[in-house]
């Protein structure tokens, strides 16, 4: 049997004691020791350091039955600042919290920067909403940017909607402002947001669709990105042999037909008009209108055909749709789940519980698990 040295097993030892006081919290020593299995000394020197690093403070007394009172602890979660941002097609969103995705502020920016000023595009809006931030004793300790595409080793190795591909995101962005950056898949961002602060099941499912359709994957409690992190591309799933072109290189691609961007241009097309947005056709849908109603079945019966092969391949206990039509029409939810006949697995589809959030406080998820070394949960 390999033994860790005494630093090692020290170092795991605070990570855990952090990580309950930061999830569990307020919590007293004694409570902390008998969750951990570990000794009250060793629990009162940890914390004894976490309190002088400005991690961990004492706020008070809990009620006790018998004998002296505990003294109750809880994290010092206003003493840094985490970047949030959602890189999408047409909008950057840029989020601040503090270390544990509360006392929250939002931007949004036009996405119109071509694949050579992006860098500069975001450095502008980073420097713009650091200068906002009050002083810390950390400062901002991470930035996380939520990719619509595919990320590998913190770089964008696929992006089929803007030309953001292999450009150094991360390592331009983090020696400017000497913070970490990271860099993830949108979807992925979306479902880690979903189970930290809504939905704690271990086995889970998230789907965002968007201007295409990803899909987040959480298997026994860890998000899974699969071999050079393309897992969860179920927007190219095939769902019409030989059918529209997509960007990926095949044909028949789910997102050419369900996806927002798709549904859009297809009713813009049914109209005869250039485009259309989506107030225009929820709007239209609950007037009655034919051609929205249609569009919308459209959608509905796609997604469930997708639901339908991701319950079959992953058994998840829960999937979280994420859309602007499951937002603004929420009886969708019921339509989709009365498509799937499946026998042999059952799960629950309920929407999303962060809505135009998630991507960011997944971000946030990301810099506090970096920055802390634990698992956060709301």
Do not use: W
Not at 239 to 253: D, F, Y
Not at 324 to 330: A, D, H, K, S, V
Not at 334 to 348: D, P, S, T, W, Y
Request: charged content about 20%; aromatic content about 8%.
């Amino acid at each position: 049997m390999v033994r860790g040295s005494k630093e090692l097993i020290r170092d795991i030892n605070t990570h855990l004691i952090l990580e309950t006081i930061l999830n569990e919290g307020p919590v007293s020593r004694a409570a902390i020791s008998a969750k951990l299995g570990l000794t009250k000394a060793t629990v009162s020197a940890i914390v004894s350091n976490l309190i002088e690093e400005n991690m961990v403070r004492e706020i008070g007394s809990d009620e006790a039955k018998l004998g002296r009172r505990p003294i109750l602890l809880e994290f010092c979660k206003e003493n840094g600042h985490i970047i949030s941002i959602d890189l999408g097609v047409n909008t950057i969103v840029a989020f601040t919290s503090d270390l544990t995705g509360n006392n929250c502020g939002l931007k949004q920016y036009r996405n119109t920067y071509p694949r050579e000023r992006i860098i500069e595009g975001l450095a502008s809006i980073i420097e713009k909403t650091m200068k906002k931030l009050e002083k810390t004793t950390f400062g901002v300790v991470g930035i996380c940017i939520g990719i619509h595409g595919t990320v590998h080793e913190n770089e964008v190795t696929f992006a089929p909607y803007y030309d953001y591909a292999h450009l150094p995101f991360a390592a331009t962005l983090s020696e400017r402002f000497h913070v970490p950056v990271y860099l993830e898949n949108e979807a992925n961002l979306s479902v880690v947001g979903e189970k930290s602060f809504c939905f704690h099941a271990q086995d889970l499912i998230g789907i965002s669709v968007h201007a295409g359709i990803g899909v987040g994957i959480i298997l026994n409690g860890q998000l899974y990105t699969g071999f050079r992190g393309n897992a969860g591309e179920f927007g190219h799933t095939i769902v019409e042999a030989h059918g529209r072109k997509c960007p990926c290189g095949n044909q028949g691609c789910l997102e050419q037909y369900a996806s927002e961007r798709a549904i859009l241009a297809d009713y813009a097309k049914a109209l005869g008009e250039k485009s259309v947005s989506i107030d225009r056709l929820i709007a239209d849908y609950n007037a009655k209108d034919e051609i929205a109603c249609e569009m919308i079945d459209r959608f509905t019966s796609y997604i469930a055909v997708g639901i339908n092969n991701l319950v079959n391949t992953f058994n998840p206990e829960v999937v979280v749709i994420n859309s602007y039509f499951t937002i603004y029409i929420p009886d969708l939810i019921e339509k989709i789940g009365a498509q799937l006949k499946n026998r042999m697995n059952v799960c629950e589809i309920v929407p999303s519980g962060l809505q135009d959030t998630s991507i960011l406080l997944g971000g946030v998820c990301v810099c506090i698990n970096q920055f802390l070394g634990v698992h956060f949960q709301s």
